[in-house]
């Protein structure tokens, strides 16, 4: 019998898990000091066990502060960007719509390289990100309802618009910076890395993720009834315009986040969502679930790879170009029909 | 029951869309909008259901101001069966159905057995059953119609209301679609459709509104209202109606058939 993408929902969420897990683990023994996977275990035990300590203590160092909150940024952005994605494209009803694609992440960083030059905390960039963030959105979305009605094609024209227009604003900031510091950090910054991640933005990150998770798996059932337009899930008896702002400003929310934290990064939120529905159908109340995993575990892959790499840090933002580019060629091949 | 009354839409106060609209629509009616492309009668369905804002007028469910009441009160009255499109993403049939249950669910939760039951149900009682686990897209334009309208059915509303439910169906999908509508009325459902076709008011309803320019120019039986000189000032255009005896039965229907020089 054919296994159709929407059969054994619970079992393989549960190998997703499992998978996470195991690649969790396993990252920690990647990078520049080599440790076995029975001392990485045994250091991360040590913090609630009491196990004499035979290792050297920088490793410590490498494993606790180091590793752990990479890993777990990676797990976090690479999820949070797929989540995002997906609402987005259940929102707009279209295959083709990403956080990137409406803008949020050139406001974003536009706002943190304005943040940037002006020499401001961690607090006030994230800040100053999240407001632009949310104006690109806005901006995108009252461009298209001005010119559109609700059409597509216009909505996604208005976010290029938005996009080329912080990209910009993004290079009148990176011409007024200066040479020595400020404009190399934010070059860097931009092509995104989660090489400057630490605990205190996996602390900032937390709770950000849980607000807008929590929020959009309670409308999960309605977010899901945008798929069919907005019109008929009215008559459905959604509160649309409710439901609209929920999406909009948690995926706007994590964009942000993840952005703040470790820069623009491309293609996750756009290709990670197809793999999710070839795995567990379309039902959005499924891929946000499934996005999550699959992302988390996608994004910590390819930092795995930035690690392992001896000598250079490769961006971020540019190896899930490039690893994303064939994937969703593949992508391409494989789901002809459901995209019209 | 529906009552609506003096219901007026405009976007510009100058050119009105719809004017003094009144009509009325009982348990167990098959009420059949009839008018020339651009009159007003799919704007007439939204504002019936919350889509666009009429500027005056009554409208009632069984005394019940809709005008007041949330869109989730509405959608409990009122479910719409919107013409079926192609959709962005490759769902499943049963999951189209299920988003009826949407309004049911309890806040954050899912979808309970009870909830896949009644989709169950809802497309055995159309006999669409076999086809839960087919993809949307991948349907005719006649089974797509059928899974829109079991959605509606499992919304649980008792009025549904059809933009053309028989637009872009062969002879063999219209019949099954009237007497789909029509078995749906038989079981207390009232229905209020749109048709480009005059000769469905005689096969399927026993109201007919012909709606010209925004205004309701006529109302009443079919066999009353739906005739040639009605027709042809509906439409602008040479219309008859006539009687057909059926070859093989001795029986006579109405048939309307629009003329060319």
């Known amino acids: 019998m054919k296994i159709r993408s929407n059969d054994y929902f619970k079992l393989k969420i549960l190998l997703l898990v499992l998978l996470a897990l195991a690649l969790f683990v396993a990252s920690f023994i990647i990078g520049r000091y080599a ?79 304005l943040a940037m030059i002006n020499n401001s905390t961690w607090w006030e960039i994230q800040t100053v990100a999240f407001i632009f963030g949310i104006i690109a959105v806005a901006a995108a979305y009252l461009i298209a309802h001005m010119f559109g009605d609700h059409t597509i094609t216009v909505l996604i024209l208005a976010g290029i618009v938005v996009s080329s227009l912080f990209q910009a604003l993004i290079s009148i900031v990176k011409t007024l910076a200066d040479t020595e510091n400020e404009l190399p950090s934010i070059t860097f910054w931009l092509m995104g890395s989660l090489g400057k991640g630490t605990m205190n933005d996996v602390y900032m990150m937390v709770p950000t ?16 009834t945008l798929a069919v337009g907005e019109d008929e899930a009215i008559t459905m008896g959604v ?102 | 029951m529906l009552t609506v009354e003096e219901l007026s839409f405009y976007y510009d106060p100058d050119r009105m869309i719809l004017k003094d609209i009144s009509f009325s629509l009982e348990t167990k009616d098959i009420l059949c909008l009839l008018g020339p492309n651009g009159t007003g009668k799919t704007t007439l369905l939204r504002c019936l259901l919350a889509l666009n804002k009429m500027k005056s007028g009554r409208l009632e469910i069984d005394g ?151 205004y309701i120019m006529s109302q009443g039986l079919p066999e009353d209202i739906v005739n040639t000189e009605n027709l042809t000032k509906l439409y602008g255009t040479p219309v008859c109606v006539t009687e057909a005896k059926l070859d093989y039965q001795d029986r006579t229907i109405k048939v309307c058939v629009p003329v060319m020089n």
């Open chain 1, 239 to 340: 509160n649309v315009p409710l439901v609209k702002l929920v999406v909009i400003v948690s995926s706007t929310l994590m964009t942000v986040a993840a952005v703040s934290i470790c820069g623009i990064i491309g293609w996750v939120g756009l290709i990670v969502p197809h793999l999710a529905r070839m795995i567990t159908g379309a039902n959005y109340s499924k891929i946000v679930i499934t996005s999550f995993l699959i992302g988390g575990a996608f994004l910590l892959i390819i930092d795995d790879i930035i690690r392992g790499v001896e000598g250079v840090e490769l961006p971020l933002g540019v190896l899930t170009a490039l690893v994303g580019t064939p994937v969703f060629v593949f992508l391409l091949s494989r789901v002809k029909k459901g995209w019209t």
């Open chain 1, 209 to 224: 993720l849980i607000i807008s998770l929590g929020m959009i798996y309670f409308f999960r059932n309605q977010i899901n």
């Open chain 1, 35 to 113: 440790i076995t996977m029975k001392t990485v275990i045994d250091i991360i035990l040590a913090q609630f066990f009491d196990i004499p300590q035979y290792w050297d203590a920088t490793l410590n160092t490498v494993i606790l502060q180091v590793r752990l909150p990479r890993i777990m940024l990676a797990m976090m952005v690479g999820g949070a960007l797929s989540v995002a994605g997906a609402s987005y494209q259940t929102l707009f009803k279209n295959p083709m719509v990403s956080p990137d694609i409406l803008g949020v992440s050139a406001g974003a960083g536009f706002g943190a390289a």
């Open chain 2, 64 to 214: 019940c101001d809709l005008t007041k009441a949330n869109i989730k009160k509405r959608a409990e009255m009122m479910a719409y069966v919107p013409q079926a499109t192609v959709m962005a993403f490759s769902y499943e049939a049963r999951e189209i159905v299920m988003m009826g249950r949407v309004t049911h669910l309890a806040s954050g939760g899912s979808a309970s057995r009870e909830d896949r039951k009644q989709v169950d149900e809802a497309m055995e009682k159309l006999g669409i059953r076999h086809m839960s686990r087919a993809l949307f897209n991948e349907m005719s334009g006649g089974e797509r119609q059928m899974i829109l309208i079991a959605r509606a059915l499992v919304q649980q509303a008792k009025i549904l209301v059809m933009d053309e439910p028989t637009a872009n169906l062969d002879y063999s999908n219209q019949v099954k679609m009237l007497q789909v509508i029509k078995d749906l009325a038989e079981q207390g459902y009232s229905i209020l459709m749109t048709s480009h076709f005059p000769d469905h008011a005689f096969l399927a309803c026993n109201r007919a509104v012909l709606m010209r320019d925004g």
